[in-house]
């Protein structure tokens, strides 16, 4: 009887053993599936605020070349009436030039 409680005690160990073993097993491999998801989420989630980033960066340096384009044009819009009005007080500037030439010349003389 002794032998029989000592052979069933030493077989329920052994089975213990090994579904301990089993059940750490099974566990390095959920750990090792978890770290791989983990992984490929992050490698994921990377992609996209890179590719998303691009974007942002596309947009906005579409955007400034726009705000650039309609900067230029008004500025250019701004210097042609700017000559426009120049050239209609040309004759009065030379006129008023000529005049105060010629009073400097006659203090002078």
């Given at each position: 009887?002794?032998t ?6 030493k077989?329920t ?9 089993a059940a750490?097993?099974?566990a390095?491999?959920?750990?090792s599936a ?10 994921k989630?990377?992609a996209v ?6 974007q942002r ?6 955007k400034a ?7 230029v044009?008004?500025?250019?819009k ?6 426009k009005?120049g050239?209609?007080?040309?004759p009065q500037a ?12 006659h203090?002078?003389?």
């Open positions: 009887m002794k029989e409680v000592l052979k069933s005690i077989e160990e052994a089975k213990s053993k090994s579904t301990i073993e750490q097993l099974a390095e491999k959920t750990i978890a770290k791989q998801d983990a992984d490929a989420l992050i490698a989630a990377t605020a890179e590719d998303y980033k691009k960066l596309l947009d906005a340096r579409n070349l726009t705000e650039h384009d309609a900067v044009a008004q500025g250019k701004d210097a042609e009436q700017l000559i009005a050239d209609k007080k040309l030379t006129s008023l030039f000529v005049e105060r030439f010629k009073e400097k010349l203090v002078s003389a």
